[in-house]
């Protein structure tokens, strides 16, 4: 049986041992598997890949973003990102359209068939993570997301707090 450390009051978890540090990271790993999972079922139909998943996302999250954003947040190459793009453009699912002010600006939306695939890729992961918490518990809920904000690279913070102040 595996030993997950002492209760969630006890001052002991700031002082986690290599191993409790070690099942951790691999609770991540799994964790992320799971999370991944049915999303990569329904891409794998399409012939998509989770790179697809992403921008589909945040262009859902931020209709109008601009490609340069859309780089910023994935962290991915300008060709990478073009490939899946090009990719997603030709398939019907995003419409990019040519800045107002700069013409040099590419503007993406999801098309309707595109936010019937984020929809049905979302609705996936929020299924997954409802009952996550629910078993889990609000203080829970509270803690994960402390931590996973504290594992956040400073520059990627401010991102993820910009796209939560838009809400």
Sequence with gaps: MRDHGSSPNSPNLLFLTDEQLRQGI????????GFTADPDRILAEKSYGRAHHRALHFIHRSPGTTVNNLLGILGVTKQSLNRVLRTLVADGLVDSRIGRRDKRERHLYLTEAGQL?????????????RSAYRAAGPEAVAGFRRVLEAMMDQDLKHRYDALSEEE
Excluded at 26 to 33: G, L, Q, S, T, V
Excluded at 117 to 129: C, F, I, K, T
């Design 26 to 33: 691999e609770a991540m790993f799994f964790a992320y598997r």
């Design 117 to 129: 695939l984020e929809q049905e890729l979302s609705d996936a992961q929020r299924n997954r993570m």
